[in-house]
């Protein structure tokens, strides 16, 4: 693999998501050769979701940068957050984002370790 020091998003492809979302895989083991961390970004439309999920090995932290989202953890509770809010998330909670703003909800998120998906 060539080494590489950086992604420009605008030039990788993202994966289109049911609940309406777009997901770009920007620096991991299989991008840029990480070892323990994988990065990317999320556009989750309006009035849509990052559904229920869990990491069962994976710390996640998220980074919001445009948009309003309603942060639910199982088992701890939900907040109305919004832009220039980091969220961590620890490995085995179960959470999700909605989407409950006017416009697109923008955001970062961090796995460390990185997804087994990120390898491949």
């Given at each position: 693999?060539?080494?590489?020091?950086f992604v420009?998003a605008?030039?990788?492809e993202?994966?289109?998501?049911?609940?309406?979302?777009?997901?770009?895989l920007l620096?991991?083991?299989?991008?840029?050769?990480?070892?323990?961390?994988?990065?990317?970004l999320?556009?989750?439309?309006?009035?849509?979701?990052?559904?229920?999920?869990v990491?069962?090995?994976?710390?996640?932290v998220?980074?919001?940068?445009?948009?309003?989202?309603?942060?639910?953890?199982?088992g701890?509770?939900e907040?109305e957050?919004?832009?220039?809010?980091?969220?961590?998330?620890?490995?085995?909670?179960?959470?999700?984002?909605?989407?409950?703003?006017?416009?697109?909800?923008?955001l970062?998120?961090?796995?460390?370790p990185?997804?087994?998906?990120?390898?491949?």
């Amino acid at each position: 693999m060539e080494k590489r020091f950086f992604v420009n998003a605008a030039e990788v492809e993202g994966e289109e998501r049911i609940p309406k979302r777009v997901s770009k895989l920007l620096l991991a083991p299989k991008t840029v050769n990480t070892r323990n961390v994988s990065m990317g970004l999320n556009v989750t439309a309006v009035g849509s979701m990052i559904p229920d999920h869990v990491h069962e090995e994976s710390e996640e932290v998220m980074f919001i940068i445009s948009g309003r989202a309603r942060l639910v953890v199982e088992g701890e509770g939900e907040w109305e957050i919004g832009p220039e809010t980091a969220i961590y998330t620890p490995p085995g909670k179960k959470h999700r984002l909605e989407n409950i703003g006017d416009e697109p909800l923008k955001l970062v998120w961090v796995y460390c370790p990185p997804l087994p998906q990120h390898y491949e």
